[in-house]
């Protein structure tokens, strides 16, 4: 029979209208096979012991169409002229001169390699469903364990934190020095029950602070947001924030920083979310275990934009108690971060001194953009011109006076909760800054 047989074609198109009728396929291969079409016989019994994996026909007929030996009779067993009394001669045909019936077929060899034949065909027919193995919960979507590799011990050193001296000198009296003299704490008293909140308006660097107090106590750095710990499935979020922990104690000493606290442990009178409450019910759970013998040398830092909105739970005495403003980088931390964003790019003529004064106010991402924006015109120029020309005070100055301080909105909202909202002198810092820049 030809490859171009009309009832190959038709049954082509039967199979394609009904791909799961694993006889209908299976004719269909056996005719392929008859008109020595191997190669197509063997994709149609593939596709029809996916079907169907223990259907012994698509067995024997892959088995066939792929060139596996037939089964041969024993040597034992008696030639055909020898039947019993009982059974007609094999020569014998029926009398009535009708077709002998057909011979059953041969069950497949005990030894035919299925492994082998399936590899062979493995790039022909592509599985047809992908496994995925379950959690315990039946979640089917493990954390992966990654998720909470512990960065090592950094080089940041709060040396590398340019200016900013007012908030170094807090980080050591209130965070350091004790970690650094047990002795003398021990002396004094002094409890390391508790973390640390750095709080401010955004782009001022309080993730790098966090960096570099890790890299002043040589321990490791966990950072956490809410997309780490956060799980659609009951339970699994609650679970994810105590393996944050436990990570954090099987490689003490670690510094575990809490990006986005207002994210993590808001405040739980305005969410709705059963999930979301319990999950800060947990965060609050492991904060209370930080002073416990099997907790040493776990250090908690966390950081937000809008403090009002952290639970006020979370900043109770023994959990995140201490807390830090992060304010816009003074003079001389504004001239640090303008050389290390210029370090790298041709420049001529720059006064870092007046290029600092110019753009007080600015946080560390807006500083970066000018440096970028400056950088943007220079090559502009150069493409126009086709000559190189250096980045110049000119393209930095007018940089500087196309961007307004991002830091702007943060101080308007922050305004009315210093003023109006001070329970207990929690934004006395922020309050004297105000005035201090006569923003009030």
């Known amino acids: 029979m030809s490859e171009d047989s009309p009832l190959i074609q038709s049954l082509r198109t039967a199979v394609a209208a009904a791909p799961g009728d ?56 008696a030639p055909a002229t020898q039947a019993p009394a009982t059974q007609a001669p094999a020569t014998q045909a029926p009398a009535t001169g009708a077709p002998a019936p057909p011979t059953p077929p041969a069950a497949p060899r005990a030894g035919f390699d299925w492994r082998a034949a399936a590899d062979q065909v493995g790039d022909v027919v592509p599985p047809r469903f992908v496994e995925t193995p379950l959690t315990v919960d039946g979640s089917g979507d493990p954390k992966d364990a990654a998720a909470w590799e512990v ?30 003299n047990p002795e003398l704490r021990k002396l004094y008293g002094k409890s390391l029950r508790g973390g640390l909140l750095l709080y401010g308006p955004p782009g001022c660097g309080k993730t790098f602070i966090a960096r570099a107090v890790a890299g002043e106590l040589g321990a490791g750095f966990l950072s956490v947001s809410i997309s780490d710990v956060l799980d659609m499935w009951i339970g699994n979020s609650e679970r994810n924030m105590h393996e944050v922990f436990a990570t954090a104690r099987r490689q003490a000493p670690c510094v575990v920083f809490l990006d986005e606290l207002d994210a993590l442990g808001g405040k739980r009178s305005r969410t709705q979310n059963s999930g979301m409450r319990n999950t800060v019910n947990q965060l609050l759970t492991e904060l209370d275990g930080i002073d416990a013998p099997a907790n040493e040398g776990v250090f908690v830092l966390a950081a937000t934009n ?88 000119r393209d930095l100055l007018d940089a500087a006076k196309s961007v307004v301080p991002s830091t702007e909105p943060w101080f308007a909202a922050a305004r009315n909760v210093a003023m109006f909202a001070n329970e207990g002198g929690m934004y006395d810092d922020l309050l004297a800054y105000l005035k201090k820049r006569r923003k009030l």
């Open 306 to 393: 809008v403090p009002w909105d952290v639970d006020i739970a979370l900043r109770r005495p023994g959990r995140l108690d201490r807390t830090l403003l992060v304010l816009p980088p003074d003079a001389a931390a504004r001239e640090a971060i303008l050389r290390y964003h210029l370090r790298d790019r041709p420049i001529e003529s720059i006064d870092l001194g007046k290029l600092a004064k110019a753009t007080d106010g600015l946080s560390g991402a807006d500083l970066a953009h000018v440096c970028e924006a400056a950088a943007e015109t220079a090559l502009l120029d150069s493409a126009r011109t086709g000559t190189v020309r250096m980045i110049g005070m």
């Open 22 to 77: 694993v006889p209908l396929r299976l004719h269909l291969a056996e005719l392929l096979l008859t008109a020595g079409q191997q190669d197509a016989a063997v994709t149609e019994a593939a596709v029809a012991l996916q079907h169907a994996p223990g259907d012994p026909q698509a067995r024997e007929l892959m088995a066939r169409a792929m060139g596996a030996p037939t089964t041969q009779a024993p040597a034992t067993q």
């Open 151 to 180: 960065a090592a011990p950094g080089t940041v050193r709060l040396a590398d934190v340019g200016g900013m001296r007012e908030v170094k000198e807090r980080l050591e009296a209130a965070f350091l020095a004790p970690m650094r």
